[in-house]
């Protein structure tokens, strides 16, 4: 039976819930007193919410450390988030030309981009799911580096090659039937992550880092360098990536098996690939970030 004394929210209560790294308006559909992960999972208040804007298949179950209540300061919490997270990459600036030809080069690029957002919208919607566990890996993440000035300690050990490789022993006897695309996803999510890392999955304190630990590793690739913790920003911001793929529904389906896989492996193995502990960065560093 459910202990409504010991809930903190309610049906039909508007709140704030963490999905990935940040905060989303939500709306609470029902309420429940059970363990989202049995038998291993403590049993607690869970709470089935939906989030604005979304799909209806987007709707979870979600522990009560997901949520806050909507007021002022978690407003407030929810735009710094979403200010010190990493965002999109920005739009190449246009080359300059004649008034009439930039007037009807804007016209073929407004006509373009609502192609585009139309076809995106008709692509089917994916979902990565991120294990609870590594939610609030994410969440202690950004409390660390935005709020108490840390850092990941870099270079990493294991770093994301040694993380796939792990990865890849780990599924050997496994994998034989498809050994060729178990392969290309290894192969794709170093990639990924080697062309996104300094544009989408750096926190604005994390960039000068970035610049000085290049200059020292010039002769490796930052899937040689970065580890566990910016591997996983990469897994939230799979969803996007492959929808704005060429990517047919077949590839798509098992592109996203093997991530989910690969998700629950690192949870299971989380305390040797993931930090808890960042360092303490400098008070020159931090001069020199503020400036």
Not at 6 to 21: D, I, K, S, W, Y
Not at 87 to 97: A, F, I, L, N, R
Not at 250 to 260: G, K, T, W
Not at 268 to 276: H, V
Request: net charge neutral; charged share 30%.
């Amino acid at each position: 039976m459910t202990n409504k004394r010991q809930m903190t929210f309610e049906a039909n209560e508007t709140v704030l819930c963490f999905h990935g790294p940040l905060l989303y308006e939500a709306k609470i559909l029902k309420t429940d007193w059970r363990s989202l992960d049995p038998p291993h999972g403590e049993e607690g208040p869970v709470y089935l919410v939906h989030y604005r804007g979304w799909k209806q298949t987007w709707d979870e179950w979600v522990p009560e450390s997901r949520a806050l209540k909507w007021n002022e300061a978690n407003l407030a919490k929810q735009a710094s988030l979403k200010e010190s997270y990493p965002g999109k990459k920005k739009t190449v600036p246009k080359t300059s030309g004649s008034t009439e030809s930039s007037e009807r080069g804007k016209k073929r690029a407004k006509d373009t981009s609502v192609d585009k957002e139309e076809d995106f919208q008709k692509r089917p919607e994916i979902k990565v799911p991120i294990p609870d566990s590594l939610k609030a890996q994410l969440v202690d993440e950004w409390e660390n580096i935005t709020k108490n000035q840390q850092l990941v300690p870099l270079p990493r050990t294991p770093n994301v090659v040694q993380i796939l490789d792990m990865y890849r022993d780990s599924k050997k006897d496994k994998k034989a039937k498809n050994d060729e695309i178990f392969q290309e996803v290894l192969a794709g999510i170093k990639t990924y992550f080697d062309k996104c890392l300094g544009n989408m999955l750096l926190y604005r304190f994390e960039r000068q880092q970035y610049v000085d630990i290049r200059k020292k590793n010039t002769g490796k690739e930052d899937s040689e360098i970065y580890g566990g913790e910016h591997l996983l920003r990469l897994f939230v911001q799979f969803p996007m990536l492959i929808a704005h793929t060429e990517m047919d529904h077949d590839s798509i389906n098992a592109l996203r098996e093997n991530l989910v896989d690969m998700l629950k492996w690192m949870q299971k193995n989380s305390k040797e690939l993931i930090l808890t502990e960042y360092e303490n960065a400098s008070p020159a560093y931090q001069s020199i970030v503020k400036s």
